[in-house]
């Protein structure tokens, strides 16, 4: 495969025609989209918890909490209403539901799922512990007899043990010091089990819970809210993937080396125009080989929707990318997605600056076809021959008026130490504070770059990072 | 990592002002229904200048007496470790009499639990438990009907439902036989017995 065939199919131009997407218009920016999704997400989050409180506020007469027994156990309830929640919120935000993945993008999903990871781990330990000490008062038994006294005399309370159990050691092992040293695999799995969690830790909410004993609108309420959270998994898990595969059915075209390091992999399929894909999205892509089936890896798209083929751009880092190599032209594919808000269509401001670090120009470079003209790129690389998809970006600079600037060198040489300094890039691109800055590349580089645009006094949210590590 | 720190902040710091909040025997004495549910959301600061005021004069009878009051205020919860740590230290003293059924739970702590008031069309009814464990000991009826022949069917429902050896002590629940001629007080008194017996659980 040659550049010359990419000229006019790489570029996103007028809506798509089923022809593959060319037409006479003008080259066109994508018009944006705001951050109300997400904060109506936000506002749905407060109700959720408010909501899932609000039985125990109603249900519990002001100042019948006496004695220190009374205090322990509502504060178990209402730390087992939340956690409940956050548990449901936890396996809702992993359920890759195309409207979380779009309005909230995978890296901020990650970190959210992080975080609240955390704090459910505190508020189902809280609740375990607030609650056998309050009852162990109640009943004048001693904290460990309780223990054998809620497992033996209490319905659904082993499973529950078992549940809680299990929600720490994913807890646990989610720490990321502890992460680390694990193998991925077994890292997995066990997050895995926390489905097992919810199907376990169901039944004692019920069978036990004060607020949820009682037949009413707040049982029926938390039963719908199950029924929704299983819904949307089978949805976003299942179904969709399901249908998007059937109906697109990708298999590899060609494979390409782009470096010595860096592979290209085209990909064709059918009705591939009717794909809702932005620049900067990326795919959840298993290859359906003997060796690759079984795992499923993130990759950006490499090159703009043009209705007749994909592009994956990758480096050759662990095993699994080393086997992409070798792919066989006619593999079939199985794609999740398009995901992420890393898109010309999530900025915030008319113009932007792109900052791209080796094989990070992947997404860039195919956002780089739906940004307006006047758009900036930086590009990163340690030594000339890491230089990606050099030509395509000649080109898009010429019929975009992008300005392209290649900075060779290592970290420490003087040439990138003076461009990515504040001062550097002011010098570079003047309206520095009046864009929006997209980043991917490297970890090292990537945090290096946003100190820098903090110091310049670009602001956060005029930040945006492709991250998938999860 | 710095959000998370503020997320579980927030939840114990949350926790801890609604078990506050209504904990303190100072709050209105509006059914809780009635609250606006923003309350939930805010944390109490109001709560320490509510339990300062003199407890203002309710129309009903009150069910929590003074001592227990002030009981709720001072363990301040933190439903931490501190709380945990406190009660496991205690806990081993009483090891001994420990090993024993719930249902058959030692005579430990007599908690009163008062019921709502309950309207008919004849006057309010509202009742108290003593329960010791999870062993309903006594029920008290604070206000019945009064006055001519609805005070006389409130004796009579009285006498049959109350008391340390009444049909609430020996059923154990709420499910009384309904006394004859006084449906509507008697399906009252069960109301807010059902209503005591569930705070009480």
Redesign the interface.
Known sequence: MTYQELDAAGRRTGTPTPYGGRSAAPPLALPRRGPAGRRTLGALF?LGL?AA??P?????????????????T???R??GL?AGYLLLVQVLLMSRLGVLERLLGGERIS?LH??????LL??VL?HL??LV?GY??????????EVG?LLT?YQDMVSAFVAAGIMVTVGVTGVRAIRRVLPYELWYHLHLTSYLALLLGYGHQFSNG?QLY?PGPVRTGWIAAYLALVAALLWGRLLRPLHFNLRHRLEVADVVAESTDTVSIYLTGRRLNQIDLLGGQYFRWRFLNAGGWWQSHPFSVSAAANGRWLRLTVKVVGSHTADLRDLEPGTRAWAEGPFGTFTAAHRTRERALLIAGGSGIAPLRAMLEELPAGAALIYRARQPADVLLHEELEWIARSRQTSVWYVIGSRDDPGPRQVMSPPGLRRLVPDLLRRDVYLCGPPGLVDHAVQVLRAAGVRRRNIHLANFEL | MRRALFAITGLAAGTTALVVLKGSPAATPVAAGELPAGTVAVPGESAPANRAATRPPSARPSGTPAPKASASRTPRPKPTASATTKATTSAPRRTTAAPRTTTAAPPATNRKVTGPVVTNEFGNVQVQITVSGTKIVNCVALELPSGGQSGQRSDRVDAAYSGTSGQVVQRQSASLDTVSGATYTSRSYQQSLQAALDQAR
């Open positions: 407060w408010a409180v609000l125990w506020w109603l249900d519990t007469p002001p100042g019948s909490l006496a004695g220190p027994a009374d205090l322990l509502a504060a178990g209402i730390t939340v970190r992080r975080d609240l990871g955390a704090t505190v508020a809280a512990a607030l000490v162990a008062q109640v009943e004048g038994n001693s904290v460990l007899a006294v005399d004060a009682e």
